[in-house]
């Protein structure tokens, strides 16, 4: 009997947990593993340490084992990010500080302000004239053209 009235007591205290524990978690709050199948069986990721273990049924029911990664790969990698990060720090702390003082900076000279040369006016004077007189001479050869073209009409009507 006292075996029966434990067993009902662990019954009813794992019963009773799962409810108590959704009443005060927060909603959409993520699992701790996530599964992706594999061939023979299923790779377990820890969400919260990160660490992998492949999944698969055994003669007693389902086993996970550590996979095993390439730590001093990782520890590696991690070092040299860290050192770059540490030199971009630095470089972005020089960037940041101020300019030396006027004084010690040897003084520029002054910037060039004068117009440029007056070749390139004169060569733009000079293509406004040769554009002008090429103007011209198309509008004298159409209107040639068109007088052309009226007399000889004229003609033609007078012999018609």
Not at 84 to 107: G, H, M, N, Y
Not at 109 to 129: G, M, Y
Request: include cysteine; aromatic fraction near 4%.
């Amino acid at each position: 009997m006292r075996n029966s009235t434990l067993a009902l007591a662990v019954l009813l205290a794992c019963a009773a947990s799962p409810a108590s524990a959704q009443d005060g978690a927060p909603p959409n709050v993520p699992s701790r593993y996530s599964f992706n199948r594999v061939d023979d069986g299923f790779l377990r990721l820890d969400n919260q340490t990160g660490q992998i273990a492949f999944c698969s049924p055994h003669a007693v029911g389902w086993a996970c084992q550590a996979v095993p990664e390439d730590r001093a790969a990782l520890e590696k990698e991690i070092a040299r990010l860290q050192g770059e990060v540490a030199s971009l720090k630095s470089e972005i702390a020089a960037l940041r500080e101020p300019p030396p003082p006027a004084d010690l900076t040897p003084p520029r000279p002054p910037a060039d302000l004068t117009p440029p040369t007056t070749e390139k006016s004169e060569d733009a004077t000079k293509l406004r004239e040769d554009l002008e007189r090429a103007r011209a001479a198309f509008e004298n050869a159409w209107r040639r053209l068109v007088e052309m073209i009226l007399n000889f009409q004229k003609d033609m009507m007078r012999k018609g």
